[in-house]
């Protein structure tokens, strides 16, 4: 990727931050409920003055038009300044700090769960075309693909947790034997997805003309899969891969919920049930920015690794 494409490419995610960041900002003003009675009374039946709720309010600049809070915020948030959560007593951009560390374990535990399942049943099945195996794992992962990830997940801690009693019930610690569950839920409906987009990809390679050629050359089949069909078919797959990260990223808010993991997912629920504004947000925007940072990630190594793609950028 070339200098000026990768500044534009910049430009285009402080801009769509810029429009995110408002329209929340606007969602959340418009949203039932009001932030200073939660501040100060909680989910406690507390009578509180006007007079108080005003001299908060007035304190906060809540008091103030739509637009002058929104630039205050913005002007905060500029300097790394996202506000102050009020349910869990703690700056927003610190609990997004600790709550990322918990999701990004569970994303790369899914990750890893699901590339060591899909690529070797996609590329299998690929190879196998039509044959039984082909069509055992097309009807698996048609299943994997239509099944929720709660029911998934609700089904786990059935069988493991409350039949079996193998794991852990109740998570909350990122333990080794607290993951296998949540990242299982994920995992197995990624790589149902995956595994079926390997096949596709594989397939599409296996029918080009270069392979041809080589099986004319007397090259071996498996020189011709490991050698030209793989790389050339993981390359469309790097975007899926990189989309599929960064939704993990942004929190699995269901599966995080059933098993009480405290990832990002987890904490957004939480922030909108208590109506803690500042803190949603601070993770609508966390989320947007981490899914534009992984998706410029993905572009940059696409051109690295796809020579036409070098040769049409220079």
Do not use: C
């Amino acid at each position: 990727m070339s200098w000026k494409r990768l500044a534009r490419r910049l430009i285009q995610i402080a801009l769509v931050l810029l429009g995110i960041s408002f329209i929340t900002f606007a969602l959340v003003m418009l949203s039932p409920g009001d932030p200073v009675r939660q501040m100060i009374a909680g989910n406690e039946d507390i009578i509180v003055s006007q007079q108080e709720l005003d001299a908060l309010r007035a304190e906060l600049g809540l008091d103030k038009p739509f637009i002058f809070q929104y630039f205050g915020w913005l002007g905060r948030a500029l300097r790394g300044n996202l506000g102050f959560s009020y349910t869990v007593k703690a700056p927003v951009i610190e609990q997004l700090m600790i709550s990322l560390v918990p999701t990004l374990y569970l994303s790369l535990a899914a990750t890893v769960f699901m590339l060591a399942v899909s690529l070797p049943l996609g590329v299998y099945s690929a190879v196998k075309q039509n044959s039984l195996f082909d069509w055992f794992t097309s009807s698996i992962t048609f299943m994997g693909i239509s099944i929720p990830n709660f029911w998934m997940g609700l089904m786990l801690l059935w069988t493991f947790g409350l039949k079996l009693k193998w794991l852990p019930i109740v998570g909350g610690s990122m333990s080794f034997r607290n993951i296998i569950m949540p990242a299982l839920t994920l995992g197995i409906v990624m790589a149902s997805k995956y595994t079926r987009q390997v096949r596709a990809a594989v397939l599409e390679e296996l029918h080009q003309d270069y392979v041809t050629g080589a099986r004319a050359r007397g090259m071996t089949e498996r020189y011709i899969l490991w050698k030209e069909v793989l790389p050339n078919a993981m390359l469309p797959l790097i975007t899926l891969l990189g989309l599929s990260f960064g939704s993990l990223l942004g929190g699995s808010a269901v599966v995080e919920i059933v098993f009480s993991w405290p990832g990002l997912g987890y904490l957004a629920v939480e922030s909108i049930i208590y109506r803690d504004f500042q803190l949603v947000q601070g993770i609508v925007l966390w989320i947007a920015l981490m899914y534009m940072v992984i998706n410029l990630a993905v572009d940059i190594s696409y051109t690295a690794l796809d020579p036409r793609l070098r040769k049409a950028g220079h």
